[in-house]
């Protein structure tokens, strides 16, 4: 098992992360754009798993999603920029269970 390293610099984004076997995502990864996070998610054999955050430019929390082996699963929230949360659901095995709009 080989381990590979991605640093892809364009003219405002950064990846950083590591793919196995040739193309297939591995552990922690990391998007940059501008001077900031972007996204921060995990991945196992390929596919999402864990929690998944994405912010706004000014550091805030965007959303916070949650995966297990690819799928939603668990609780998944959308936030305002001003860090108030706009949207709330809870999904089980990829299917949704129930949205809570704020």
Known sequence: ???????????????????IRGNEYCGEWKEYYGTGLYTHCFYLKGKRNGAYKRYYANGKLSRYYFYLHGKAHGEWKDYWLNGKLMKHSLYLNGKLIKDYLK
């Open 1 to 19: 098992m080989k381990l590979k390293e991605l640093l892809l610099l364009t003219s405002k984004q950064k990846y950083d992360g590591f793919f």
